[in-house]
T-cell receptor
Framework: AQTVTQSQPEMSVQEAETVTLSCTYD???????LFWYKQPPSRQMILVIRQEAYKQQNATENRFSVNFQKAAKSFSLKISDSQLGDAAMYFC???????????FGKGTRLHILP | DAGVTQSPTHLIKTRGQQVTLRCSPK?????VSWYQQALGQGPQFIFQ???????QRGNFPDRFSGHQFPNYSSELNVNALLLGDSALYLC??????????FGPGTRLTVT
């Protein structure tokens, strides 16, 4: 069975600094998607970034970038120039391309210190 | 363009009761997925509806059932509520298996 593990329950970073959130996953499939979702106190789950497993190039979205290591089954999220609005729960997630369900990790709560 | 909407925002039920949660998908989306998010946990997949049929189901008992209407909106029904059913219930819509957009959720408390 596929699993997603986030080993950091909470993290803090100073405003304007850079922080990296860790995620590992386990799957026997070779074709899948990986995601980072943000869930602020409003509860709305927002897609931050997506990575297709067949792409070697790491995905980037403005201040957000990932380090995708397929052989190591690692998928970390780097947030540059952290802003107060980045404070939220961050979930790492996996979806097999021929499946409909998204499998989520337990999340990392990110605090931004002014 | 309205995103995914869910109702109610929150509700409180008693053990043994039944509850119905509602979801309206984003415009143009035909697929609805439901997730349960217990406190301090990541969401867990309950099931997905496409063309008014249950397309895939997660590891949830038959007390959890759903429905999709011709306008693609969906309902989640939970019978014989247990204390452990207390959670945030998230609906996500998509065009088939493409990117899922989430609603704000319904917070269910079972007492």
């Amino acid at each position: 069975a596929q699993t997603v593990t986030q080993s950091q329950p909470e993290m803090s970073v100073q405003e304007a600094e850079t922080v990296t959130l860790s995620c590992t996953y386990d799957t026997s499939e070779s074709d899948y998607y990986l995601f980072w979702y943000k869930q602020p106190p409003s509860r709305q789950m927002i897609l931050v970034i997506r990575q297709e497993a067949y792409k070697q190039q790491n995905a980037t979205e403005n201040r957000f970038s990932v380090n995708f290591q397929k052989a190591a089954k690692s998928f970390s999220l780097k947030i540059s120039d952290s802003q107060l609005g980045d404070a939220a729960m961050y979930f790492c997630a996996y979806r097999f391309t021929r499946d409909d369900k998204i499998i989520f990790g337990k999340g990392t709560r990110l605090h931004i210190l002014p | 363009d309205a995103g995914v909407t869910q109702s109610p925002t929150h509700l409180i039920k008693t053990r043994g009761q039944q509850v119905t949660l509602r979801c309206s998908p984003k415009s143009g989306h035909d697929t609805v997925s439901w997730y349960q998010q217990a406190l301090g946990q990541g969401p867990q997949f309950i099931f997905q509806y496409y063309e008014e049929e249950e397309r895939q189901r997660g590891n949830f008992p038959d007390r959890f059932s759903g429905h999709q209407f011709p306008n693609y909106s969906s309902e989640l029904n939970v019978n014989a509520l247990l204390l452990g059913d207390s959670a945030l219930y998230l609906c996500a819509s998509s065009v088939l298996a493409y990117e899922q957009y989430f609603g704000p959720g319904t917070r269910l408390t079972v007492t």
